[in-house]
């Protein structure tokens, strides 16, 4: 593999920081407010590049005010931009409580009508390609058909959750968290164990190769049949937002730079668990020196 391209949603997010999440009909107070990009696409290219390597990112975005400080925000962080224009950029609202739990809730704007066709004359060759999935499932089915005859090594996210067979049986590595990973393989997941069972399940419906994402617990990976568990690197989470996408990203860069598995793993829990310790998706993940000196004990 020679680069790595991200494909997928870019949004701005209005975080809102309190002591509690509201329950229904509650208002509560926020302590802090930011905006910043995010968007599951945009975040997975963050990390790829604060990680090490250049990526390419191909997204969507509306013809108003946010997609000029998306766009400012993405060049500053080392991205190769591919973006196409419709009505509105999408919008995450995003709360955040003492906890580090959150509730997220997404207008898709322009991402909801990203088309392979916005991008005609794309051709990917050879190259790490991460998908995610807040853009229409049809678009995703049809960049994979058209990636799959170039010799590319397709990661997707199967988040938000859906079940698309075709998207999970054409991908090389799936990388669903707890929740997902319960819904793709039928079972609950409550220890190691169960996360081990889950993974073959999830193998055994759709052949491919499956890294679980545990949060706070770490990863569970089930790679060409081979089952091994990693252990998460420990911190004081302020707000997971993100923390996902900051895996994916970190994965594929040191994935790009070794081609193994287990390191790349390990790469990417101390990666996402630092990504944590900070609010907001992306100005919260690490860069590549942060990650090798945590792997160095310093
Ligand atoms: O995964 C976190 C992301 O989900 C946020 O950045 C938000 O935009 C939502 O898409």
Known sequence: MKDIKVIGSVNIDIIMSSQKLPTTGETVKADKYYLYPGGKGANQAVA?????VRPEFFGKLGNDYFAEIIINYLKKENIDIAIKYGQNTGI???NVEASGRNMITVYPGSNGNM????????????????????IPLKTIRDFITKLREDGNFIITDPSPYSADKYILENSDILTPNQTEAQLLAGCDINSIEDARKASEIIRGKYRNNVIIKLGSRGSLVNYNGEIKYFRAYAVKAVDTTGAGDCFNGAFASEFLRTGDVDKSVEFANIAAALSTTGYGAFPSFPYQNQVIRIQEGN
């Open 48 to 52: 790829v590049s604060r990680t090490g």
């Open 92 to 94: 995450a609202m995003i």
């Open 115 to 134: 088309s392979i066709d916005d991008f005609p004359d794309v051709r990917i060759k050879n190259s790490i390609v991460l998908f995610q999935q807040e």
